[in-house]
């Protein structure tokens, strides 16, 4: 596969367009101002069925597949649907439940995004190094791609999370940063990619193998519903699955496959305890930002501090573009959806989903959704008690670290593990 021959990558601030060397995160004109979208060669929506997971779409900017990816289970639901009242609420679901087809063994969706930059890295980059306040860890810890080495940099809260998704592979080591939060977890990857030579940076929001990845949301859903959605709803920390199902969209209706629709007014959600993306569109003091999220948060890896909100391209463009807003979801809500969501529905999710559905309860009772309206909610996260039943959980392994660690020891004996192909067993203090 010559990702040369089926798309260009394109600056969303200029007219600036080039191949892909599989690494690029910024246009060389605009910077970090503006985000690089990608544009394709095939401009029908097309699947192709014999390929596997995420590879049946041809809208991924890859250069090989990579065996093991599943795409989300879309399906109109009855259960919630019918308790919120609303009569085409379609759920897409990402994690593990067998039942529906979907085994991500994550429990996440962004083994979508993990599973599509890891097709887009060439072999023999160096090490690639991923900031994670957990699930996008883990979800690049269970996907494979051998020849692409993997740093996991994480709060060691999040260890047992990356342990239950490890699948052994040589080409991952974990960082674990003690009492850390997300923002901690990237300050050091960063101090990191800057002790060694052999690291480089998986670029998050900026790279277009993460956004096209978790557009295949949009895609599948397309592919389920025969439609767009009128309305998306989901849990968002850096706004990278947002703005990916709003590109999606944009490239479903540009290729004329939606004919009289639009692009799906987005309604975001954040923790209620913090919620730097909801105070940004409201246009209210940032008073969190230098405080940082609370270690004790309901859903931390919604809490990034610094996510792309003004850049072009961005969260508040999305918004604009779609007339979206953001809300909010407390504790006590969250928790309450949790357990309507898995009595109603019959799987379990993850916390960050609650928080959509206890926002999507809300945007209901208040009138935002209509009975009739045709809703998406993404199921960000969900099936892990499923799955600890079914595999037992596994001992979490990794670097144990402080903040106040030296960076370029740590990156020393990193580089040395991978050079030896040795991993620690258990999780082991590096000083």
Same mark, same amino acid.
């Given at each position: 596969?010559?990702?040369? /021959?089926?798309?260009?990558?394109? /600056?969303?601030? /200029?007219?600036?367009?080039?191949?892909?060397?599989?690494?690029?995160?910024? /246009?060389?004109?605009?910077?970090?101002?503006?985000?690089?979208?990608?544009? *394709?060669?095939?401009?029908?929506?097309?699947?192709?069925?014999?390929?596997?997971?995420?590879?049946?779409?041809?809208?991924?900017?890859?250069?090989?597949?990579?065996?093991?990816?599943?795409?989300? &289970?879309? *399906?109109?639901?009855?259960?919630?649907?019918?308790?919120?009242?609303?009569?085409?609420?379609?759920?897409?679901?990402?994690?593990?439940?067998?039942?529906? #087809?979907?085994?991500?063994?994550?429990?996440?969706?962004?083994?979508?995004?993990?599973?599509?930059?890891?097709?887009?890295?060439?072999?023999?980059? #160096?090490?690639?190094?991923?900031?994670?306040?957990?699930?996008?860890?883990?979800?690049?810890?269970?996907?494979?791609?051998?020849?692409?080495?993997?740093?996991?940099?994480?709060?060691?809260?999040?260890?047992?999370?990356? &342990?239950?998704?490890?699948?052994?592979?040589?080409? +991952?080591?974990?960082?674990?940063?003690?009492?850390?939060?997300? =923002?901690?977890?990237?300050?050091?990857?960063?101090?990191?990619?800057?002790? #060694?030579?052999?690291?480089?940076?998986?670029?998050?929001?900026? =790279?277009?193998?993460?956004?096209?990845?978790?557009?295949?949301?949009?895609?599948?859903?397309?592919?389920?519903?025969?439609?767009?959605?009128?309305?998306? +709803?989901?849990?968002?920390?850096?706004? &990278?699955?947002?703005?990916?199902?709003?590109?999606?969209?944009?490239?479903?209706?540009?290729?004329?496959?939606?004919?009289?629709?639009?692009?799906?007014?987005?309604?975001?959600?954040? =923790?209620?305890?913090?919620?730097?993306?909801?105070?940004?569109?409201?246009?209210?003091?940032?008073?969190?930002?230098?405080?940082?999220?609370?270690?004790?948060?309901?859903?931390?890896?919604?809490?990034?501090?610094?996510?792309?909100?003004? @850049?072009?391209?961005?969260?508040?463009?999305?918004?604009?573009?779609?007339?979206?807003?953001?809300? +909010?979801?407390?504790?006590?809500?969250?928790?309450?959806?949790?357990?309507?969501?898995?009595?109603?529905?019959?799987?379990?999710?993850?916390?960050?989903?609650?928080?959509?559905?206890?926002?999507?309860?809300?945007?209901?009772?208040?009138?935002?959704?209509?009975?009739?309206?045709?809703?998406?909610? =993404?199921?960000?996260?969900?099936?892990?008690?499923?799955?600890?039943?079914?595999?037992?959980?596994?001992?979490?392994?990794?670097?144990?670290?402080?903040?106040?660690?030296?960076?370029?020891? @740590?990156? &020393?004996?990193?580089?040395?593990?991978?050079?030896? #192909?040795?991993?620690?067993?258990?999780?082991?203090?590096?000083?």
């Amino acid at each position: 596969m010559d990702p040369a /021959c089926t798309y260009l990558l394109v /600056c969303a601030g /200029c007219d600036w367009r080039s191949s892909d060397d599989g690494l690029c995160l910024s /246009c060389p004109r605009c910077g970090d101002d503006t985000l690089l979208r990608t544009e *394709y060669t095939a401009q029908r929506f097309t699947v192709t069925p014999e390929r596997s997971g995420v590879f049946r779409y041809d809208w991924l900017p890859v250069r090989r597949e990579v065996e093991g990816s599943h795409r989300p &289970a879309v *399906y109109r639901s009855e259960g919630l649907g019918k308790a919120l009242g609303l009569t085409d609420l379609w759920i897409s679901f990402s994690g593990y439940w067998p039942e529906r #087809g979907c085994r991500m063994t994550s429990g996440s969706f962004k083994e979508l995004e993990a599973f599509t930059v890891l097709g887009r890295t060439p072999e023999q980059a #160096g090490v690639m190094v991923i900031a994670s306040a957990g699930n996008t860890a883990a979800a690049f810890a269970a996907a494979g791609s051998e020849g692409v080495p993997r740093l996991l940099v994480v709060p060691s809260r999040a260890l047992p999370t990356v &342990a239950a998704a490890d699948g052994g592979s040589a080409d +991952v080591q974990v960082v674990a940063l003690e009492d850390a939060t997300y =923002n901690d977890a990237i300050d050091f990857s960063r101090k990191l990619i800057a002790a #060694g030579p052999g690291f480089f940076a998986e670029g998050g929001v900026r =790279n277009v193998g993460r956004r096209d990845g978790l557009g295949v949301v949009a895609l599948a859903a397309f592919e389920e519903m025969g439609a767009l959605p009128d309305v998306y +709803v989901q849990a968002v920390g850096s706004g &990278a699955g947002a703005i990916a199902v709003h590109e999606a969209a944009g490239r479903i209706l540009a290729s004329g496959s939606a004919d009289g629709q639009s692009a799906p007014r987005m309604l975001l959600c954040q =923790n209620a305890e913090f919620a730097p993306l909801s105070r940004a569109w409201r246009e209210q003091p940032d008073d969190q930002s230098s405080t940082g999220a609370p270690l004790d948060l309901y859903a931390p890896e919604l809490a990034n501090a610094t996510p792309p909100y003004l @850049v072009g391209g961005g969260v508040r463009d999305v918004l604009r573009a779609t007339s979206g807003d953001m809300l +909010v979801a407390g504790r006590a809500e969250a928790e309450a959806a949790r357990a309507m969501f898995e009595e109603l529905e019959g799987i379990d999710i993850e916390p960050a989903a609650a928080v959509a559905v206890a926002a999507l309860c809300g945007a209901v009772r208040d009138g935002r959704i209509t009975p009739d309206t045709t809703c998406l909610l =993404n199921v960000t996260g969900g099936g892990r008690q499923r799955l600890n039943a079914d595999a037992p959980a596994a001992e979490p392994r990794g670097w144990l670290v402080s903040r106040g660690d030296s960076p370029d020891e @740590v990156a &020393a004996r990193v580089l040395d593990a991978f050079a030896t #192909g040795r991993r620690p067993r258990t999780v082991a203090a590096v000083r």
